[in-house]
């Protein structure tokens, strides 16, 4: 399947120097999809050369001349959105129509930085003394060294390569190994828009040892990741040594908040719509339901109505709403979640099990939970597979402090038809980005990003090419 791709260094597709390659599954069924290349040292060598060699002309190419070459990527991008779809669903397992809304996604990326890289501007001061004037300009970092997760494989990369390429870095982008096939096609893209070769430069294979690497090199500038918590504190540290800039997209457990105002029905089938969307592999997923008392069961039974109407299949099959995991370590996880909410006392309303009919591939059903109590480790542990643990509130205070009791700060939503609701549980949620009424909330035009153990630095909107940007102040006496 990636007979035509392979390491991406310097414009170029080459497989591994020693040779060495590793398998992509299908996610399905657990077959053989192909192999990519794992780059060796001197591989990761050749990406830093070209990232840095690249970098000096890169930096002072003019910024409408970028902004070409982001536009030329999204129209390059754009005609092969069928083609990368596809892959993409064979190994995500996601629906194909998904696959699709996230290419066209990703192209949007390319589209709003083709504006950013336009748009950036420094400012003058007046000095004290008469006869001096005080500077702001804005410079890019330097070479991005940048990782991004397997969920949303074309998306994730694009936030970073687009927002870099905006602000005149060069980058070299490691995907996921699960997934690697949306990074070759918006480097073959980007090719063919005119972007000089070295630019962007695209490695697979071990992660720690690339991370190791690219990281303890001092060509790199800057680091950015879209992962788990996990990885993120580790790269961190990593990047402390050598105090580089860092954009850190971790993991989420979003808070629902039904309010007792709200319409159940509507708000029970909405939360099933956005929970069960890539099998719960989702960093900003509705992931723990807080209901208040008095509407509870009418929610509960809109969302496993909604739940049980989802039509699951490979994701290539037509009419496919749910795919399958996209390994068995998630899977298990998931199962594993719904084992100890139950034995502390949940529910389960429907789900919990793999669903008839197969056998194979990393499937698991749509699950609801009910009553559980917020000792259950579903509660305080992202779980990032199609598993919804509900829970019933009676106050206001009660629920934004149980919103809050968990180490990540990503997304948080809520319901209600009181404008003074929505805006007081609005401010006082602990996460980067709300959404009242609307649990679809990621777009090109706004700021992604968390707080806590989310991580830090934003992607996207007017704030996202400032984390791929160094202000540089510069004094000037003029008599
Ligand atoms: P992960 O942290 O295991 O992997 C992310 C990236 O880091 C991948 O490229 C992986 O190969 C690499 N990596 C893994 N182990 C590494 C190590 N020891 N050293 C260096 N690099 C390493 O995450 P995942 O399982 O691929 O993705 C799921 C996580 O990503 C979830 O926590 C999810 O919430 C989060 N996520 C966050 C966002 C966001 O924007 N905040 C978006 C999507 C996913």
């Known amino acids: 399947m990636y007979e ?72 390059e991008l754009r005609a092969r959105v069928d083609e990368a779809a596809e892959f993409m669903s064979r190994e995500t397992g996601k629906p194909i129509a998904e696959a699709r809304g996230e290419m066209n996604a990703a192209v949007e990326q390319f589209d709003w930085h083709a504006d950013e890289a ?4 420094g400012h003058t001061l007046d000095g004290r003394d008469p006869n001096t004037r005080l500077n702001v300009r804005y410079d890019p970092v330097g070479p991005v060294a940048a990782f991004t997760a397997w969920n949303f494989p074309a998306l994730l990369p694009a936030r970073k390569i687009a927002a870099a390429l905006a602000a005149g870095c060069t980058i070299i982008l490691k995907p996921s190994e699960e997934t690697p096939s949306s990074a070759y096609f918006i480097a073959e893209a980007a090719h063919a828009a005119g972007l000089p070769a070295g630019v962007l430069n695209v490695v697979t294979g071990d992660p720690a040892g690339i991370a190791q690497h690219l990281i303890g090199s001092p060509i790199i500038r800057k680091v950015s990741l879209t992962g788990s918590a996990r990885v993120g504190k580790t790269l961190m540290r ?7 800039k860092i954009t850190m997209e971790l993991g989420g457990h979003a808070p629902v908040l039904v309010f007792a ?11 099933a719509r956005a929970k069960f969307r890539n099998a719960g592999q989702v960093c900003i997923s509705p992931s723990r339901f ?52 139950c034995a502390r006392g949940a ?22 939970l009910g009553s559980v109590p917020d000792s259950a480790r579903i509660m305080h542990e992202e779980p990032f597979g199609p598993v919804a643990p509900l829970t019933a509130f009676s106050d206001f205070d009660e629920v934004i402090a149980r919103a809050n009791s968990v180490p990540f700060g ?70």
Request: aromatic share 8%; glycine share 10%.
């Open 4 to 75: 035509r791709f392979g390491l991406w260094i310097q414009g170029a597709w080459r497989p591994a120097r020693d040779g060495r390659s590793q398998v992509v599954l299908d996610p399905a069924d657990e077959t053989v999809l192909g192999e990519v290349p794992c780059a060796s040292a001197e591989d990761l060598d050749d990406a830093l050369a070209a990232a840095a060699q690249t970098a000096r002309s890169w930096r002072v190419t003019p910024a409408w001349e970028r902004s070409a070459i982001l536009r030329r990527t999204a129209v």
């Open 118 to 121: 336009r748009r950036v501007f």
């Open 238 to 244: 990593m990047s402390a040594e050598g105090m580089k």
């Open 261 to 271: 105002d709200a319409d159940p029905i509507a708000a029970g089938e909405a939360c």
């Open 290 to 341: 807080y209901v208040h008392r008095s509407i509870y069961e009418a929610f509960a039974a809109a969302m496993v109505q909604a739940a049980q109407a989802l039509r699951i299949g490979r994701g290539l099959d037509t009419g496919v709403e749910f795919g399958p995991m996209v390994n068995a370590r998630g899977r298990d996880r998931a199962a594993a979640l719904v084992e100890d909410a």
């Open 347 to 368: 529910h389960l309303l429907t789900g919990g099990k793999a669903p008839a009919g197969f056998a194979r591939g990393f499937f698991y059903e749509p699950t609801i």
């Open 410 to 479: 990503l997304a948080g939503y809520l319901f209600s038809r009181s404008l003074e609701t929505a805006i007081r549980a609005s401010e006082a949620l602990e996460v980067g980005m709300v959404g009242v009424n609307d649990l679809l909330i990621a777009a090109a035009e706004i700021p992604f990003g968390g707080i806590k153990d989310s991580g830090t630095g934003r992607e996207g909107g007017r704030l996202g090419i400032f984390d791929y940007l160094a202000p540089k102040y510069v004094k000037l006496r003029i008599a």
